[in-house]
């Protein structure tokens, strides 16, 4: 797979991340079985085969079951640690986190970042983690805490780099501002079906500034990439409009849908990564056909302007 820069850290990634999200084909880490392990397995060898080197954990995706599946398959083959480099998240407090009355929330208490951190290299089965990324914005979030928690997990060797989630670029500059070192990456939801960070400066600070954008769900979560989809189906027409132009231009350079709203991602110069969700081994190896697709600028436009719904001015 082809390979790009990441943030400014003078390391290389693969252009396509892999998203562990769904590997464990559930949310909840009780229905776990030996044939979803097994299936999870297939999904990130598949991923490790077709040269992915970036893939994206959150301790809450399967409320830890992901981390732990990749954890121990690294237990199995220690030898594909060298060959990731390993993202993951923290922040997100799901109801019921620690009293039974707690409400859903975000919470970078410094505290909570590194037990989290310690947490998360438990179930990976790993001494560091390569990308550690605060989830969502916390409100109450205090820098010079949240510096001072950074600080302590890469003294620790704990962290490699830090980056952000769904940060604005007002929050990632409040943040930047009180740490050493250059935050690496802003995952956040991009894609046809989601334009939003073209035009709020989400990916004009990416750009000025040099941090990875990733880009989450890059096929708006399944819909985009289906190459089943039926016109006398209740799709409302500009869902449909935007799908066909995806299928023609998909048609025209002999790839799948998919391949194609990661090509168009690609061509952004941010550098976005796409984050591949899916757990088909056939489709995530696949998906590296993208990383050599060159759409043309008008091929680019015509699919803008079917997701924008209309016309520029
Ligand atoms: N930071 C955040 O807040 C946040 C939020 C959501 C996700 N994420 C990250 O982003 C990653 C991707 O998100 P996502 O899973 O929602 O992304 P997605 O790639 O937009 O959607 C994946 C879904 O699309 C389906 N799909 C069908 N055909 C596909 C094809 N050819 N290629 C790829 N997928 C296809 C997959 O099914 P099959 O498995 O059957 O292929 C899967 O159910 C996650 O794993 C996670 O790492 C981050």
Redesign the pocket.
Known sequence: MITQPLGKTGLSVSRL??????IAGTWDPKEITAAREAAAFA?LRAAYEAGYTLF???DI?AQTGCESLHGKLLKEEPSLREKAMIAT?CGIRFGGDPQPDSPHRYDFAGEHIVWSCEQSLTRLNTDYVDIY?L??PDVLMDVGEVAEAFAKLKEQGKVRFFGV??FSPSFVDLLQSRLPDPLVVN???V?LSHLHPFTDGTLDQCQKDTITP?????????W????TFDPGSDWDPARAKLHSTISATAKAHGV????ICFAWLLKHPSRMI???????PK??S??VKATEIELSREEWYRLYLAARGEALP
């Open positions: 991340a892999y998203g562990c999200m769904r999904s994206d954990h959150a995706y998240k990324q989830h969502r989630s769904n995952q956040i939801e894609s990733l880009a989450w769900s890059p096929v708006g979560g399944g985009l990439a289906s190459d799948s849908n998919a391949e796409p984050i591949v969700g899916s757990t088909d489709r995530i696949s998906a």
